[in-house]
């Protein structure tokens, strides 16, 4: 699969590899946990689609990424969507950066706009960042495709709301990655 490749080619090179799980604020969610676990009604929720919150965390990425490169953090790296529970798409990323700065500077960034998003219902809205050992992107990869690519209900959700499940980040269209 491409990120074994991918694995293999960044890893040696020193590359730090990282792994980012983005999440949206409560207002996306039409439920929420209750005493119990039991499901209820969301009061924040309003009425965003899928879709909507799939490109609300295109654009706040999109202005991460921006802040990154004005700090010379160049990285590149692979998108993933699965929706959870109730439909709302949640992002993981695994990431490849230069430097121990730059992964600290990444994850500085991505907290900074995640937490400064949020608003008053921002329980849920959550960047993580983590760093993988090595090997780990390419478990990750064939997990998600042997659980989420292969499922016909999340290819359903996926083509009911137009979103893309894969995306690329820091590659030419020939698959080099940019500096």
């Excluded at 689609?49 to 490109?55: K, Y």
């Amino acid at each position: 699969m491409q990120m074994n490749a991918e694995t293999k080619t960044r890893e040696p090179a020193g590359e730090i590899g990282l792994f980012v799980t983005l999440t949206l604020p409560a207002k996306f969610y039409p439920n929420q946990r209750g005493v119990g676990g039991k499901l209820i009604d969301n009061p924040f929720f309003d009425g965003s689609s899928p879709l909507s919150g799939h490109e609300w965390l295109r654009v706040l990425w999109g202005k991460v990424r921006a802040a990154l490169a004005r700090n010379g953090v160049r990285m590149h790296g692979l998108r993933y969507v699965v929706p959870n529970f109730d439909g709302v798409p949640q992002w993981s990323l695994i990431a490849w950066v230069r430097s121990d700065e730059d992964a600290r500077v990444l994850e500085s960034v991505t907290r900074h706009y995640w937490l400064a998003s949020a608003g008053a219902d921002g329980s849920r809205i959550g960047a993580n960042v983590e760093r993988l050992e090595p090997g780990c992107a390419s478990r990750y990869m064939n997990a998600y495709a042997d659980d989420v690519l292969g499922d016909q209900a999340v290819i359903a959700w996926a083509a009911t709301w137009g979103v893309r499940l894969t995306g690329r980040f820091g590659f030419s269209r020939t698959g080099e990655v940019l500096s």
